[in-house]
Nanobody
Framework: QVLLVESGGGLVQAGGSLRLSCAAS????????MGWFRQAPGKYRELIAV???????HYADSVKGRFTISRDNANNTMYLQMNSLKLEDTANYFC??????????????RGQGTQVTVSS
């Protein structure tokens, strides 16, 4: 069992930055692939960033070059640094943990989510 709690969401102007955090319980954090998903009203859930247990990173085209995912295994925490935010980044963001590679939008565990709203 892995419990995940996100923080760091909020309201930001377009072009601004936010940093999301995902705190995880359990001693096996370092063995999980971790990811950030987002979902806006009326839109499909989107896996936007992944960091593997080996710390390889992957990004959706929609955020590549603007967002950076990282993890701190010593503190069981994952981060998402979001820069150059756009109106279309507005969504509920949640972190997820998976035993192995993420497939589609499936995951083993997820947090409750944090809202990110980008204003003009």
């Amino acid at each position: 069992q892995v419990l995940l709690v996100e923080s760091g969401g909020g309201l930001v102007q377009a072009g601004g930055s936010l940093r999301l955090s995902c705190a995880a319980s359990g001693r096996a954090f370092s063995t999980y692939d971790m990811g950030w998903f987002r979902q806006a009203p009326g839109k499909y859930r989107e896996l936007i960033a992944v960091i593997t247990s080996g710390s390889s990173t992957h990004y959706a085209d929609s955020v590549k070059g603007r967002f950076t995912i990282s993890r701190d295994n010593a503190n069981n925490t994952m981060y998402l640094q979001m820069n150059s935010l756009k109106l279309e980044d507005t969504a509920n963001y949640f972190c997820a943990a998976n035993r192995g590679t993420f497939v589609g939008v499936r995951y083993d565990y997820r947090g409750q989510g944090t809202q990110v709203t980008v204003s003009s």
